[in-house]
RNA sequence: GGUAUCGUGGCCGAGUGGCUAGGCAGAGGUCUGCAAAACCUCGUACAGCGGUUCGACUCCGCUCGAUACCUCCA
């Protein structure tokens, strides 16, 4: 495994090695959910595709500092009610405290990764918590001749950064287009140029989420959270910063120039952007109203869903497409996933049924061949490894794994046969990027407690002594029976396996 | 209009200048008391039109189409 990692970074618009600045750390960042609302499936995938990068990075042994930022203040509501903050307005319509409905969604929040297993961050830092840094941030952007006031908000100088810098660079924008191409909104007044964004806003008498500040009572900006809470935990100068396609303008674009401004040079090494998930070839989203919340996928309770998909399903899904390229959902495709994933786990179990028979001891003597080692093994691995250090390329990694299931399968039906050192191998390879790298847990074998496993294995007893009397009455209904109980049988040439229906259960 | 990404077989989705992606669905077969599962075989896809090339789905141009973003909206 003497080949490197490489990744796609959106500012250079290629692939590139991945050296980390300080080795073995990796500073990451990635922008994380506003927590005004339950969580969705287009959540789902920046926390995916980074706990993929995360798992990764810690697979080849380097030690990540992982950020991910919750954000509870800030976000200004574009629509209906100009200037007032997103959570504020969810807290008056509710009669619930600003930090009240912030934490609710919080904690769904968490809740719901917990089922799709991501792993947590190292931290997860709130804006709210970190005010001071943001006000410490803008003085700094001001002190640099970045910024300037206006009635107690505070604004970012686009056009003078633009004579010293590059404002658009990562999202290939030119200035002047901004400029002759913005639309008119109420409340810019205030601005000098229209591409000017907010460090700091004036909060109006019904604001109720408010902070005291040199300016005014107010709040921060969208964009200096991220600058101020990245530097504050990984340093002025960090590897990774990720986040959904949909905040490289103006999000990461703003954060670039603030940095740029404040420290005098820039702050992030790699950007990194997942695509959307789309549904009906549009982009899920809160504002487009067409999302469906993952509670809603987990319990099937979407008039939009034909059934209920497993946690593991739509991790599953989401990691069978590339991070980015658009994934489009729909019930087949789901239901695609949920089948795939089921063979795929189903093959790990035969591995370990094969490696529990055959622990490498007794195999001649059983009358077994010692098979030479097979080739086809560590070429999967490679390919696995390959793919991982090409831009986390989780598909082919899956594709390479579905290549092992069939050998699996082959060998457990006795058409190919393979030494136990290869069992081995393959099983140890398997389990890596199955469990350690993709994230994947079995959500069936979850069930199988040991009462219930001594249970099956009596019935199933029965049930082959009836079979060997070719009592097939007394054999059928058994299977029929369990059937109807969830369970399904499926004799194969080593006595019957038996399984869980659905992984709902 | 600008910027970016993309258009692959029934569906989802990789990838490459000439060599099988993979999953699901479908067809045929093997195995099995039946069933299920598994295994084998199969469809010869790459928006359209030009160009470069010995050869392009893969490179270039144009056309058509889709999606995202365009100031405080994941």
């Known amino acids: 495994m003497e080949s490197s990692l490489f990744l796609y970074n959106t500012l250079s618009r290629r692939k590139e090695k991945f050296e980390p600045l300080n080795p073995p750390f990796v500073g990451m960042y990635v922008c994380g959910p506003t927590v005004y609302g339950d969580p969705h499936l287009g959540h789902a995938r920046p926390a995916i595709t980074f706990d993929l990068v995360l798992r990764y990075l810690q697979h080849l042994d380097y030690k990540v500092r992982y950020i991910r930022n919750i954000t509870d203040v800030g976000h200004l509501e574009h629509d209906l009610d100009e200037g007032e903050d997103k959570i504020a307005k969810k807290a008056r319509l509710e009669q619930l405290e600003p930090m009240e409905v912030a934490q609710y969604y919080a904690d769904r929040y968490f809740v719901f990764m917990d089922a799709l297993n991501v792993k947590r961050p190292s931290i997860e830092p709130r804006a709210s918590g970190h005010i001071i840094e943001q006000i410490e941030f803008i003085k700094k952007i001001l002190e640099a001749g970045f910024g300037y006031e206006v009635n107690g908000s505070v604004y970012f100088d686009t056009e003078k950064y633009s004579r010293e810098y590059t404002y658009g660079k990562l999202s290939g924008r030119v200035l002047e287009d901004l400029l002759s191409n913005t639309r008119e909104l109420e409340g810019q007044d205030e601005k000098r140029n229209p591409a000017d964004f907010a460090l700091w806003k004036k909060a109006q008498p019904e604001h109720i989420m408010r902070w005291p500040s040199p300016w005014s009572d107010g709040f921060p900006g969208w964009h200096i959270e991220c600058s101020a809470m990245g530097a504050r935990y990984l340093g002025e100068y960090f590897d990774i910063h990720g986040g959904g396609m949909d905040l490289l303008f103006p999000h990461h674009e703003s954060e670039i120039a603030q940095n740029q401004a404040a420290l005098g040079h820039e ?239």
Not at 292 to 315: C, K, V, W
Not at 338 to 367: C, H, N, T, V, W
Not at 430 to 450: A, C, M, R
């Open 267 to 505: 702050s992030v090494k790699y950007w990194m952007h997942n695509n959307m998930v789309t549904i009906n070839g549009q982009k899920m989203g809160k504002s487009l109203g067409n999302f469906i919340t993952l509670d809603e996928f987990f319990n099937g309770s979407h008039p939009g869903l034909t059934q209920a998909y497993s946690p593991m399903t739509i991790r599953f899904f989401i990691l069978q497409a590339h991070y980015k390229s658009t994934l489009d959902f729909s019930n087949e495709a789901l239901q695609a996933a949920e089948k795939g994933l089921k063979r795929l786990f189903a093959a790990i179990e035969s591995l370990d049924k094969l490696l529990d028979r055959d622990p490498g001891s007794g195999m001649q003597d059983a009358g077994f061949h010692y098979p030479a080692p097979d080739s086809r093994l560590p070429a999967l691995r490679d390919a696995c490894y390959e793919a991982m250090n090409d831009d986390f390329n989780s598909p082919i990694v899956i594709a390479n794994l579905f290549e092992m299931v069939r050998i699996i399968n082959s060998v457990n039906d006795k058409k190919e046969s393979l030494s136990a050192d290869d069992l081995k191998l393959l099983k140890q390879t398997v389990e890596t990027f199955v469990y350690e790298i993709l994230g994947l847990k079995n959500e069936l074998s979850g069930d199988n407690s040991e009462y219930l496993k001594g249970l099956m294995e009596l019935v199933l007893k029965i049930r082959q002594d009836s079979r060997e009397k070719k009592d097939w009455g007394t054999s059928d209904q058994i299977r029929d029976t369990l059937q109807k109980l969830q369970i399904t049988v499926k004799d194969g040439k080593e006595g019957s396996i038996w399984e869980l229906k659905g992984i709902n259960g």
